[in-house]
């Protein structure tokens, strides 16, 4: 007689196997096809901005290079261009009016560049120490005019030149009224934007009032990195608020003031919006007192039709712009070592 098999005794059975359950064995997952390794992952991610960079960066930057050596019409074809060699940069340099330009240019980014700094930093100091629970209301009131947008701040500010119903005009009319300092007052209403003595004050009080909320938060960024144990230290030893402003937050603040002044001398020649929409014309009033460099080149390349001119012009600013960021460097930049 024989003796039953126990369950663990019994010999093992497969269920029975389909043709579809086997091919799917076969074929691995689609997720694992889709798999990347982990030293190719990095750079796949990257490829969407890479490409972006390649094409609206790199492209545009080689092709304006490219630019610069020909005579190009575009309304004429990518056919009509030809090699003038260094000609175009030797029209650049005996322009007047790109000359004139640069000096418009330089004379805004110091009147509208330097005094941002000079107050932004009082007020950081300022709004750092004498507010604290409503320090974030206060600055973001600041903020507010570094990101409104241009046209509107030029509508507003071209209503406040206004020479017969401006805001501006009528403050000074009204102290004139005042026996000592009607004697330093214009005898007639100003015309901020059509005469060209006033046209770049006028422009340089439009960027000072956008871009000091900018400094504002950059300055206050520096001050809360400050250790407050310098403070304690320098109260305990006698110094008082003003040399602790000199010999702690000034050294403090020295490398944002050395970013601070790079960003602002950059953006300062770069200057475009301010002066295009605040001018009637666009191209620069009166006399082309606010005409800047970015507003030539836009001139030369859409007005005169003439793009190689324009590259070239555009290189010589980036020249420029990368000397004074040197100089800048240089000066402030020695301090931090």
Not at 77 to 96: I, Q
Not at 213 to 238: C, H, K, M, S, W
Request: proline share 7%; with cysteine.
């Amino acid at each position: 007689m024989t003796t039953p098999l126990r369950p663990a005794d019994a010999p093992e059975t497969l269920p029975p196997v389909s043709a579809t359950s086997a091919a799917s064995a076969a074929v691995p997952a689609r997720g694992s096809r889709l798999r990347i390794s982990a030293r190719s992952a990095p750079y796949v991610l990257l490829l969407p901005f890479l490409a972006l960079f390649l094409i609206f960066g790199l492209f545009p930057l080689g092709f304006s290079l490219y630019l610069a050596f020909q005579s190009w019409e575009p309304t004429s074809g990518l056919g009509a261009m030809s090699f003038v060699g260094w000609d175009n940069f030797r029209f650049a340099l005996s322009d007047e009016w790109f000359w004139k330009s640069m000096w418009n240019t330089l004379w805004l980014a110091v009147a509208g560049g330097v005094p941002q700094h000079l107050v932004a930093i009082p007020l950081a100091c300022f709004i750092h120490a004498g507010f604290k629970r409503w320090r974030n209301i206060v600055l973001g009131a600041y903020f507010v005019p570094y990101i409104t947008s241009t046209v509107a701040v030029a509508i507003v500010f071209t209503l406040l030149y206004s020479t017969e119903y401006g805001l501006i005009n009528a403050v000074l009319r009204g102290l004139a009224k005042w026996p000592l300092i009607g004697a330093l007052m214009p005898a007639q209403a100003i015309d901020w934007i059509n005469d060209p003595e006033h046209l770049k004050p006028a422009i340089a009080v439009l960027v000072f009032w956008r871009f000091v909320g900018f400094n504002i938060v950059l300055y206050l960024a520096g001050l809360q990195a400050i250790p407050r144990d310098l403070y304690e230290a320098a109260t305990i030893d006698g110094a008082g608020p003003l040399q602790q402003f000199f010999h702690i937050t000034l050294p403090g603040l020295k490398p944002m003031i050395l970013f601070g002044v790079t960003l602002s001398v950059v953006g300062g020649l770069q200057l475009f919006e301010e002066p295009f929409i605040l001018t009637p014309d666009g191209r620069g009033g009166s006399d082309q007192a606010g005409m800047t460099a970015a507003v030539y080149l836009y001139r030369t390349a859409f007005d005169f039709n003439d793009f190689g001119a324009a590259s070239a012009m555009s290189w010589l600013l980036f020249i420029a712009v990368g000397a004074l960021t040197w100089a800048i460097h240089r000066g402030i930049g020695r301090g931090l070592r």
